[in-house]
């Protein structure tokens, strides 16, 4: 993954995904379990504009911001 690389090449990385991922880069939690997990959630919509509001409201703190979505 990007984001272990980037922090083993010693870059500081904020990571926005849910809370139960498993990450060397600083961890910025969305939901607390992965949706995929919760047959209840029939929409990522919602989340993922959650994470994009999250990501845009700190984006003066970082140099580079990378989306990645996945299904």
Same mark, same amino acid.
């Given at each position: 993954?990007?984001?272990?690389?980037?922090?083993?090449?010693?870059?500081?990385?904020?990571?926005?995904?849910?809370?139960?991922?498993?990450?060397?880069?600083?961890?910025?939690?969305?939901?607390?379990?992965?949706?995929?997990? %919760?047959? &209840?959630?029939? !929409?990522?919509?919602?989340?993922? +504009?959650? $994470? *994009? %509001?999250? &990501?845009?409201? !700190?984006?003066?703190?970082?140099? +580079?911001? $990378? *989306?990645?979505?996945?299904?």
């Amino acid at each position: 993954m990007i984001t272990e690389e980037l922090v083993r090449r010693g870059h500081e990385v904020s990571l926005f995904a849910s809370g139960d991922s498993v990450t060397s880069a600083r961890l910025v939690p969305i939901v607390p379990r992965a949706l995929r997990s %919760e047959p &209840a959630c029939t !929409s990522h919509l919602p989340y993922l +504009i959650v $994470q *994009l %509001e999250k &990501a845009i409201r !700190s984006a003066r703190d970082f140099d +580079i911001i $990378q *989306l990645a979505v996945c299904g």
